[in-house]
């Protein structure tokens, strides 16, 4: 360029290029720089020859290679699934007692029920298992149909009234507005409310225990403690599915709501049931 000059100080010729009287010196780039940026485009060639690189229509040249992260993660995930294999085998074939009686089968069961759990339990369970209205909490030891292993596993492969399997746990709790007189549904409610606080009205307590004697004892006891078998939950502790309130309660009196449960063997297969089961009494709450 005409404005390239050689500096005075430095002997060394400028750009050609000022501002505001400064004018940038053309130095060489340094050695060791240049050498390591042909190294890249060395190191670059060899790669888009070596690897999958160059993006074609179906897909990437393969590589001379012929390796890839995904390939690799392929044989990873096929290597993995041959080692399953065989505990899978034995999970089907035995029966969920024996699986918990063997350390390793158990804690493969544990995994898998817990990753079974995630993706077909947590909508309505929580992913905690915490529960929420409506839905049990899975962690206590409040169980409606009993927290043994057997029975977990029967309240899981055939679910709690679903309309898919005909040996589905079943109970419905009648609308009691239709049996009893509204002044009774308050007296019964108050009996209820009594045990684990004061109701409204504590003179309502000593009918509303006869009320309850004479419709609700046969299926939650004569202690109100629940029976398991029927599906009948304990009026006396602190949980409850839909609110434990006075009026709650008498909400559920007059007209209960109820809930479902799918069953999942369908679903999932026998392995998976066994595996969700294994898990969910692992929580602690199981009996």
């Known amino acids: 360029m005409a404005d390239r000059k050689i500096d005075e100080v430095t002997g060394v010729e400028t750009t050609g290029h000022e501002w505001d009287g400064i004018r940038e010196l053309d130095n060489p780039m340094p050695r060791w720089w240049l050498w390591v940026f042909y190294a890249t485009i060395v190191w670059a060639i060899g790669y888009v020859i070596a690897y999958p690189a160059i993006p074609l229509i179906n897909g990437p040249t393969p590589g001379l290679l012929d390796w890839s992260s995904r390939g690799q993660l392929r044989q990873e995930m096929a290597a993995a699934d041959v ?20 350390d390793t089968l158990r804690q493969f069961a544990i995994a898998g029920g817990e990753a079974a759990f995630k993706v077909n ?44 399997d005909e040996d589905t746990r079943y109970s419905e709790m009648p609308v ?61 502790d602190a949980i409850w599915f839909y609110g434990s309130s ?16 799918p069953a999942w063997e369908a679903r999932l297969g026998d392995s998976t049931v066994k595996q969700l089961a294994i898990y969910v009494h692992s929580l602690g709450g199981g009996e």
């Open 83 to 102: 080692s399953r294999q065989g505990l899978l085998e034995q999970v089907k074939a035995k029966d969920i007692h024996e699986i918990v009686a063997d």
């Open 121 to 164: 339990c947590v909508q309505c369970h929580g992913s905690g298992a915490q529960g929420a209205p409506g839905y049990p909490n899975l962690n206590d030891d409040d169980w409606l149909w009993g927290g043994t292993l057997d029975d977990i596993e029967t309240t899981i492969r055939h679910g709690v009234r679903s309309m898919d």
């Open 176 to 236: 009691f507005a239709d049996v009893l007189e509204p002044e009774q549904i308050k007296e019964v409610a108050a009996y209820v409310v009594s045990f684990t606080g004061t109701p409204h009205d504590p003179s309502l307590i000593p009918a509303g225990e006869e009320v309850f004697a004479e419709n609700c004892s046969a299926c939650h006891g004569d202690d109100a403690k629940g029976i398991i078998e029927m599906g009948a939950p304990n009026l006396t």
């Open 246 to 261: 006075e009026d709650e309660i008498t909400r559920q009196i007059e007209n209960p709501k109820h809930g479902v449960m």
